[in-house]
């Protein structure tokens, strides 16, 4: 579990209510592994074509001795780990003593400045890991048990890295009932844009050559992400191509191969070892 601190966030509606709150995130791989092994332990399906929206992302199961909500001294903590049982740490005749809490929440580590005046947060999405936490002083507690009792309930959606609300990136636990319409109609449009994306891409059938071409002369790849085609390139240049899609590469080979935009052209190109990609050596 690592410490966020970039755009941690606590969300409200107009009357001041509960709707969600933003972990925040750190430049650290923990926070780079999507949603899946969080999904999975808490029983979501994702957006699918049949659901999307704030429901697709609300939790269906949990196991009750996997999240602690406890009193800590001046401190509230809520942490779950399906992993490690913090509860079987706590020494209930020390309240101050919490031997496992991850070093992220531990008191020491926050900051004598405005941001973790109230609260910190730490999170990590890894497979087979996942695990998050947040440590509020305990005048500011309130959050954390809207957040408990809503888990009891299963009234919690999360999602990591959507245009929803949470700013860039980070975990995002939002009570499903109080999230506004809005705010699910935004995260629907996404979805289904999503899907229309990923239809486009499969339609070029590019990933598909790129995977049966093994490491080739190209030599693979850490992402080949598509996205809509780009009106042109730095510059102005134009861009050439039958397609609808565009793919941002970021290449294993770095030393010979430039990361960037590209058509599926080029990237048939990049199968035979030659076009712009090789070309653009750094």
Request: charged share 25%.
């Amino acid at each position: 579990m690592r410490k966020a601190n970039q755009e941690r966030q606590i969300l409200r509606d107009d009357e001041g209510n509960l709707i969600a709150i933003c972990f925040g995130f750190d430049f650290c791989c923990e926070h780079e592994c999507g949603t899946k092994a969080l999904y999975e332990r808490l029983g979501v399906s994702g957006p699918t074509r049949e659901l999307q929206g704030v429901k697709s992302r609300q939790i269906t199961q949990y196991n009750d001795e996997d999240l602690v909500f406890k009193t800590i001294g001046d401190d509230t903590i809520l942490v779950w780990d399906p992993i490690m049982s913090y509860r079987s740490h706590v020494d209930d005749n020390n309240d101050s003593y919490y031997k496992e809490v991850p070093r992220s929440l531990q008191a020491s580590t926050w900051k004598p400045s405005e941001e973790d005046a109230m609260w910190t947060s730490a999170w990590t999405s890894g497979p087979g890991t996942p695990s998050f936490g947040l440590r509020f002083r305990n005048k500011d507690a309130e959050v954390l048990k809207e957040l408990h009792e809503a888990f009891t309930r299963k009234d919690i959606s999360l999602w990591t890295l959507h245009g929803a609300f949470g700013g860039r990136g980070g975990l995002v636990l939002a009570i499903t009932s109080k999230v506004p319409s809005p705010i699910n109609h935004t995260m629907e449009s996404a979805d289904k844009e999503a899907f229309r994306l990923s239809d486009a891409s499969d339609a070029t059938g590019i990933l598909k050559r790129l995977a049966d071409a093994g490491k080739g002369p190209y030599k693979g790849y850490y992402a080949c992400s598509p996205g809509w085609k780009l009106e042109s390139r730095v510059g102005g240049k134009p861009i050439n191509t039958e397609h609808e899609v565009m793919y941002f590469l970021n290449p294993a080979d770095q030393k010979n191969n430039g990361f960037g935009w590209y058509t599926v052209e080029e990237l048939d190109q990049w199968i035979e070892g030659r076009g712009p990609i090789p070309g653009r050596r750094r």
